[in-house]
C-alpha cells in the first residue's frame, strides 16, 4: 500500500473514532440527568395512554378538575404515543432510550450542519461538542428534542441553498413541517427561520448589496407549502391558537424554572453567552451585508435569553455562523466516506449502551431515582387506600399525578390550560402566603400531595381541618378532617 493512502486510512479511522466519541458522549450524560424525573413527560404519557384507550385525539381536556371539559389540543400527539410505547415495551429505560437517541441524533444533525460550512474537521468538531455541551440542560424526555433535531435540519438546507443556489434539498421542508407540526408547536420558530430567507432573498432584487443564489419564486413556493404542509394535523388551522395560548402568557414565566431567563451560573450559560458573541463577532467582520444570520442571530437571541427552555435556537444559529465564518486549515479535511457512516452509527450505539449498562442504568436503578424527586411512594399510598380525587398537588407535580394514581389534580405543567393567575394562587399557595387558606381549589380538595418541606405542608400540619394520613422522605398526603377516620394510623405505612 502506498505511504500515501496508508496515511490517508489511517486518518479515516481516527476521524471515525473521533466522531464516535462527539455522538457518544452526550448520550452517555442522559445517565448523570434526572431524566425520569422530568415532571412534564408523565402527562404526555397519560395523554398517549388516553388515546389509545378511546381511539381518537381529546378535544377537552380530561385530566384536571378546572380544564374539565373545556376545549384542549393534544398538540404533542405523534410524541405522547411515540414515548407511550417505548415505556410500555422498556419501562423507565424507554424514556432514558428515547432521550439518548434523540441527543445522538441531534449531535450528529449538528455536526453535519458545521461540517458543511467548515472544512476543517477538528474545528466543526469542536463546535458541535460545544454546542451538545450548551445544551445539556435539555436533554430530558420532552417533544422539544424534536424541534431542536427538527430546526438543525432545516437550518442546513437552508444555509446550504444559500450557499450553492441549489433547491433541490428545500423540497424536503414541506414533509419536515408536515411531521413537526404533529410532534411539537414550536415548528413555528422553524417557519419564522424560512420568512427571514425568504425577506433576504426578495431584498436582493433591489439591493446590490445583498448576495443571493437563491430563486426567489421557487423559495416562495416551497414557504407557502411549509406553512400548508402544518397544517396537515388534526386540529388544522387551531394549532395556531394553541401556539398563541402558549406565547402570550407571561406572568408564568418568573415562576417556571424552564420558562426564566438563562440563570449564569453554570458553565453551559456562559458558553451559550459566547456563542451568541462569536457569532455576533462573525457577523460584524464580514465584508458583505450578512442579512439573513444577522437577523436570525437577533431573533434568536431574543428567543433564547428570555427562557432558559429555548436556549437551543442561539445555539444552533450561532454554530451554524461560526462555521461558515471562521477560517479553518484546509489540510485538515473531513474525509469519512460513506461506506463508514453505518460503522459510526453501530459503534455509537454499542458505546452508549455499554456505558449505560457499566453505570447500571436499568429500570431498578431509575425507579430508585425517580421516588427521590417524585411522590412515588405517595401515589402508591393513595392507590392502596382508594383515596379519591380531586388532589390539591403541587404545579410541578400535577404532570405525574395525572400518570399515577390517575386522579384529576387542580393543576399541573400546562400552562396554557390553567393561565397566570390560577399558576400564581397555586405556586403562592404552596408558599405559605397569608391567603393560603382561602384558596378556593384547597377547600374543596379531597386529597392533598406535595414536598414534604413545603411551607404548606408545614401550616397544614397545624392545621385542625386536615389530617397527616402519609409521609415519607420526598412527599406527605393530608386529607380533610371529615375523611381522616378512613385512612387513621397509616402513617406508620410509610418508609
Known amino acids: 500500500m502506498p505511504a500515501g493512502e496508508h496515511t490517508a486510512r489511517k486518518q479515516q479511522w481516527a476521524q471515525m473514532i473521533a466522531l464516535t466519541a462527539l455522538y457518544a458522549a452526550p448520550a452517555l450524560v442522559c445517565a448523570h440527568l434526572a431524566v425520569v424525573a422530568d415532571p412534564d413527560v408523565w402527562w404526555h404519557l397519560r395523554t398517549g395512554q388516553w388515546i389509545l ?43 432514558v432510550a428515547y432521550t439518548a437517541g434523540m441527543v445522538v441524533a441531534i449531535t450528529a444533525a449538528l455536526h453535519r450542519l458545521t461540517r458543511r460550512l467548515q472544512q476543517d474537521f477538528t474545528v466543526a468538531l469542536l463546535l458541535t461538542f460545544a454546542g451538545s455541551f450548551c445544551l445539556i440542560s435539555l436533554w430530558t424526555p420532552r417533544s422539544w428534542l424534536f424541534s431542536i433535531l ?30 413537526w407540526a404533529n410532534l411539537h408547536v414550536q415548528f413555528v420558530i422553524g417557519l419564522l427561520a424560512l420568512a427571514v430567507l425568504v425577506g433576504e432573498t426578495l431584498l436582493a432584487g433591489w439591493w446590490s ?8 419564486v421557487r423559495l416562495c413556493a416551497v414557504s407557502a407549502a411549509c406553512l400548508l404542509a402544518t397544517l396537515v394535523n388534526p386540529y388544522g388551522w387551531k394549532i395556531y391558537a394553541v401556539v398563541y395560548d402558549l406565547a402570550s402568557q407571561h406572568g408564568v414565566m418568573s415562576q417556571v424554572s424552564e420558562l426564566k431567563a438563562i440563570p449564569f451560573r453554570g458553565m453551559q450559560d456562559y458558553g451559550v453567552l459566547l456563542f451568541a458573541l462569536a457569532a455576533a463577532a462573525v457577523i460584524g467582520r464580514s465584508r458583505r451585508l450578512e442579512v439573513f444570520e444577522l437577523l436570525l442571530l437577533a431573533f434568536a437571541v431574543l428567543v433564547s435569553f428570555r427562557s432558559l427552555r429555548d436556549e437551543w435556537v442561539v445555539v444552533v444559529v450561532a454554530s451554524a455562523i461560526v462555521a461558515r465564518g471562521v477560517q479553518g486549515d484546509a489540510r485538515n479535511l473531513f474525509v469519512v466516506r460513506a461506506w463508514a457512516a453505518p460503522l459510526v452509527v453501530a459503534a455509537t450505539c454499542v458505546v452508549v449502551f455499554l456505558g449505560f449498562r457499566l453505570q447500571g442504568v436499568d429500570n431498578a436503578f431509575l425507579s430508585t431515582e425517580l421516588g427521590k424527586s417524585l411522590p412515588v411512594g405517595a401515589a402508591d399510598f393513595i392507590k392502596q387506600k382508594g383515596l379519591r380525587g380531586p388532589v390539591y398537588d403541587d404545579y410541578s407535580w400535577g404532570g405525574y399525578l395525572i400518570w399515577n394514581p390517575g386522579l384529576s389534580v387542580v393543576i399541573d405543567g400546562r400552562q396554557n390550560v390553567y393561565g397566570d393567575e390560577r399558576i400564581n394562587r397555586n405556586i403562592a399557595t404552596w408558599g405559605g402566603a397569608r391567603s393560603w387558606a382561602s384558596d378556593p381549589d384547597l377547600k374543596t380538595a379531597s386529597v392533598v400531595v406535595g414536598p414534604v418541606n413545603a411551607p404548606l405542608i408545614q401550616l397544614l400540619r397545624m392545621s385542625p381541618a386536615f389530617d397527616l394520613a402519609y409521609e415519607d422522605k420526598v412527599a406527605a398526603v393530608f386529607v380533610p378532617r371529615a375523611h381522616g377516620e378512613t385512612v387513621a394510623g397509616t402513617q406508620a405505612d410509610a418508609p
Open 150 to 179: 427538527f430546526f438543525v435540519l432545516e437550518l442546513d438546507v437552508l444555509m446550504q441553498a444559500r450557499k450553492t443556489g441549489k433547491m433541490r434539498e428545500l423540497y424536503w421542508l414541506p414533509l419536515l413541517f408536515a411531521l
Open 209 to 216: 448589496a445583498i448576495e443571493t443564489r437563491i430563486n426567489p
Open 53 to 95: 384507550e378511546h381511539g381518537n385525539l381529546p378535544k377537552t381536556e380530561p385530566f384536571s378538575v378546572f380544564g374539565a371539559g373545556k376545549p384542549w389540543a393534544a398538540y404533542s400527539w405523534l410524541f405522547e404515543l411515540l414515548v407511550l410505547q417505548l415505556f410500555k415495551g422498556l419501562g423507565l429505560t424507554g424514556l
